[in-house]
């Protein structure tokens, strides 16, 4: 039987450095390395398949390569496997740009989520109201900071199967002592870099461990 032809037909790369307390690198454990890859891509995929839809031929993928100490390179990629033709060429262009449009919003959910846990951690209480757009959602942390993420966001952290899924994404704050996790976005793009930065604290620690996000006071929209 032949083997269908793989062919990667999006990517986004990720850099990620970990910091101890004095700013020094982290070099992460192999169990939290196999952790932590395996549940950001089923974090990943799930938030593929919000955007793509079901696209049985392809498959979402987290590969990683540790550059430095403290310092990795991830690489988020669609592959499809679906033999290209060329009476198909139209179709397949759409679908290969389809995807990657498909990823990258993706990639955006997935850190927007790390960092959205990190923020929760951190406040001492937080609230979901309103938001005027169907695809955002609002929290207000500490009753004065309004931050805006992707709806899905809000959707996982309300669910314990993608908190889950979260805790293992984060395991090395809890596993390796990491102080700050640093997440570059756009890093082959220039002039488009950003860098979100997730800290440690004691309510993440807690979270990780199996506890709430202690800070959701309450998951209502705000009264009229």
């Known amino acids: 039987m032949d083997t269908p032809l793989v062919t990667a037909v999006a990517r986004v790369p990720i850099v990620v450095r970990f910091r101890d307390a004095r700013g020094r690198p982290v070099s992460l454990s192999g169990r939290t390395l196999s952790r932590a890859s395996t549940d950001l891509q089923d974090l990943l995929r799930l938030a593929?398949?919000?955007?793509?839809?079901?696209?049985?031929?392809?498959?979402?993928?987290?590969?990683f390569l540790e550059e430095d100490a403290g310092r990795l390179q991830l690489e988020y990629l669609v592959v499809d496997r679906t033999p290209p033709s060329r009476w198909r060429r139209g179709r397949d262009r759409r679908r290969a740009e389809g995807s990657r449009a498909a990823l990258m919003q993706a990639t955006i959910v997935v850190t927007a989520a790390v960092e959205a846990v990190g923020a929760l951690a951190a406040a001492t209480s937080a609230r979901w109201v309103d938001s005027?757009?169907?695809?955002?959602a609002d929290v207000v942390l500490d009753g004065a900071r309004a931050v805006r993420v992707p709806g899905t966001v809000?959707?996982?952290?309300?669910?314990?199967?993608?908190?889950?899924?979260?805790r293992g994404t984060m395991s090395m704050f809890a596993d390796d002592d990491v102080e700050q996790?640093?997440?570059?976005?756009?890093?082959?793009?220039?002039?488009?870099?950003?860098e979100a930065v997730v800290a440690r604290s004691p309510a993440l620690l807690r979270f990780l461990a199996g506890g709430p996000l202690a800070s959701l006071v309450s998951s209502d929209p705000e009264p009229a």
């Open 181 to 194: 996790l640093v997440i570059g976005k756009d890093p082959e793009t220039p002039g488009h870099y950003q």
């Open 154 to 166: 809000r959707a996982w952290t309300e669910d314990g199967t993608t908190l889950d899924l979260l």
């Open 48 to 63: 593929y398949r919000a955007v793509r839809g079901d696209v049985p031929t392809e498959t979402v993928t987290v590969s």
């Open 132 to 136: 005027d757009s169907p695809d955002f």
